[in-house]
């Protein structure tokens, strides 16, 4: 499977930004449907959005609808989370993973990166 890894994360303020990257490697990500997802203490883990393999088509869960856009560059074998207006709800590791096989299952995922959304 290709290999995923998460950047980007940190502390911020409530109504603050951050952009996460996810940089792949061993193969090219430029076929495969990408998600985000991410997981709070003491919660299953959570869809966030997906984008197309062609980068014309996202989906996002409503908590970010409006909030957070998901971008990639092929080219650079990375896709991006930019995320806005920051809610403290928001605090969470953040996964992305990517669909690599016929089965539709996300079956790559990377280690996650730490977002915490405090003043």
């Known amino acids: 499977q290709v290999q995923l890894v998460e950047s980007g994360g940190g502390l911020v303020q409530p109504g603050g930004s951050l952009r996460l990257s996810c940089a792949a490697s061993g193969r090219s990500i430029s076929t495969y449907t990408m998600g985000w997802f991410r997981q709070a203490p003491g919660k299953e883990r959570e869809f966030v959005g997906r984008?197309?393999?062609?980068?014309?088509?996202?989906t996002y869960t409503d908590s970010v609808k409006g909030r957070f856009t998901i971008s990639r560059d092929n080219a650079k074998n990375t896709m991006y989370l930019q995320m806005n207006s920051l809610k403290p709800e928001d605090t969470a590791v953040y996964y992305c993973a990517a669909k690599t096989s016929v089965t539709g299952l996300y079956d790559a995922w990377g280690q996650g990166t730490q977002v915490t959304v405090s003043s």
């Open positions: 984008i197309s393999w062609s980068g014309l088509s996202t």
